[in-house]
């Protein structure tokens, strides 16, 4: 097992990328992206669109049900209300915002994937539950988490794998993220735990104001069981 861990306590700043620049990062995660489509979201966008860049979708949620293997959900600036969806993905995808500080997520539950997934400059906000899990099933393998310049906060857990996985879960790079104002009776920002672990790093995040109510409070753990 390689693990490369880097934490930081003062914030990253980036520019604000445009698509193309974005894009061609999606293009050098995810080989099945080079014959994907991008499904557009903007806040005043409808679901009735087709979701292209003149006529976007106005949900995440129809984002992600339209997505196809390798497809890439672009969501514009705005805060989008996610209350009750959870959804599980079984293709390769990528969520890319505009910017992470003005592209929000909220009130959301957790989105389980059981293949590559790339986030990119996205904030997510007040999830009841684990925001990203990663589900490698026995006999299958994961390969291929990116998550870069997202925020999350006020919520009490941001990737965990939960005891779910029983397969392998590789190559994962989560990077200039910030996980703050984070309560609840168990807290772990990143927890890669079950499952066979692999080709681990997580570098230039930031973690502030982590609290625990009863079970203990995680930064980062990552190990197999």
């Keep these: 097992m390689r693990i490369q861990m880097q934490t930081r306590c003062r914030l990253s700043s980036i520019r604000r990328s445009h698509l193309t620049e974005i894009l061609a990062v999606v293009l050098f995660h995810t080989p099945l992206a080079v014959a994907a489509t991008t499904h557009h979201v903007a806040p005043d966008g409808s679901d009735t669109n087709p979701g292209t860049e003149e006529a976007p979708f106005r949900t995440v949620q129809q984002g992600t049900k339209h997505a196809g293997p390798g497809d890439t959900v672009y969501i514009r600036a705005g805060t989008y209300d996610l209350s009750g969806f959870s959804t599980t993905i079984d293709r390769p995808l990528s969520l890319i915002g505009e910017d992470k500080k003005s592209t929000v997520l909220a009130n959301g539950g957790t989105l389980t994937f059981s293949r590559s997934l790339t986030v990119l400059n996205i904030t997510f906000r007040n999830f009841s539950r684990t925001v990203l899990k990663p589900l490698a099933r026995e006999g299958e393998t994961l390969d291929g988490i990116f998550v870069e310049h997202c925020v999350f906060e006020n919520l009490s857990s941001g990737m965990n794998t939960g005891k ?23 807290v772990a920002a990143i927890a ?34």
Aim: aromatic share 8%; net charge positive.
């Design 164 to 186: 779910d996985p029983r397969g392998v879960i590789t190559n994962v790079r989560i990077s200039n993220c910030e996980f703050r104002d984070m309560e609840g009776t168990g």
């Design 192 to 225: 890669f735990v079950y499952g066979l672990i692999s080709d681990v790093r997580i570098t230039n995040n930031s973690f502030k104001n982590l609290k625990s109510t009863r079970k203990g409070c995680t930064a980062v753990v990552v190990g197999s069981n």
